[in-house]
């Protein structure tokens, strides 16, 4: 839990608080910029307490997401409107998991609800409420993993559901030995009408992306975007394997149709059209040319 004693100096003050744990994933930033912030140093902090009940239940979301409870309540409010937001619904059939895992750095994880089985891409932390929820809304068939960076908690997911976890061979590590099925090569393999798992090596060997619908760009950290959503980007400086491999991998990017990103950090693109989105991805891609 966070603590009062450790809270940054930064925090305006009033009920809520950031404390020295924080390790700026930006998680709370996204959820509920409202309220939390980036400071000079880096980290997360309340910029401005809530103004009202909705803000305060964006609050208690970030609490609750937080993958290291570096976020605290003066009179330890319950956080009951927080746990039971998530999964947070973002279109239809698409819903953020919260609930993020310090072993992924806080990264965003996400299910996709459709009658032929839910897939969970990316894996939160194994928390109960989730779990509860998730099973709610039909249980987990799939687990599509874009990188090795991001698998947390997969194991115990796997566990739960039984779901076949799909991650690129380029990526396979002694903790994701045991997954079901292994991609590999660089072409894009279907894993069922509306999924289409897309190579994008660079940020790591085995990055991959997962298309749904020609609508949903999963990208764990290949490709992201800004936190207030307004841009497309990708970086160098945490680019693990090839940078060169990983600009053709966003150039191959064009060949395919989507209208929202959404990666494993900071925030989350949607596009009025799929034809704007590829603008976006080609002023990304002429800014890193440059």
Known sequence: MARPEARLAENVAGEFYVDQTCIDCATCRVVAPEVFARSQGQLSYV???????????????????????????????????????????????????GFAAEASFGASSYLVVRPEGNVLVDSPRAADPLLRRVTGLGGVRQMFLTHRDDVADHARWHARFGCERVLHAGDVTAATRGVERTLTGGE???????????????????????????????????????????????????????????????????????????????????????????AELERLLARLRR
């Open 188 to 278: 894009p393999v279907r894993l069922a009408d509306d999924l289409l798992a897309i190579p994008t090596p660079g940020h790591t060997m085995g990055s991959a992306c997962l298309l749904y619908r020609d609508t949903f760009l999963f990208t764990g950290d290949h490709l992201m975007a800004s936190e207030d959503g307004t841009r497309l980007h990708a970086s160098r400086a945490v680019c693990w394997y090839s940078w060169p491999e990983q600009m053709r991998s966003l150039e191959r990017l064009l060949d395919y149709r989507f209208e929202w990103v959404l990666p494993g950090h900071d925030g989350r693109y949607r596009a009025p059209s799929a034809a704007a989105a590829r």
């Open 47 to 97: 910029h401005r307490q809530p103004q009202d009940g909705a803000q305060a239940r964006r609050a208690l979301m970030a609490l609750v997401a937080c993958p290291t409870a570096s976020i605290g309540t003066v009179s330890r409010r319950p956080a009951h409107a927080g746990v039971d937001a998530f999964p947070e619904k973002l279109a239809d059939g698409v819903y953020y998991c």
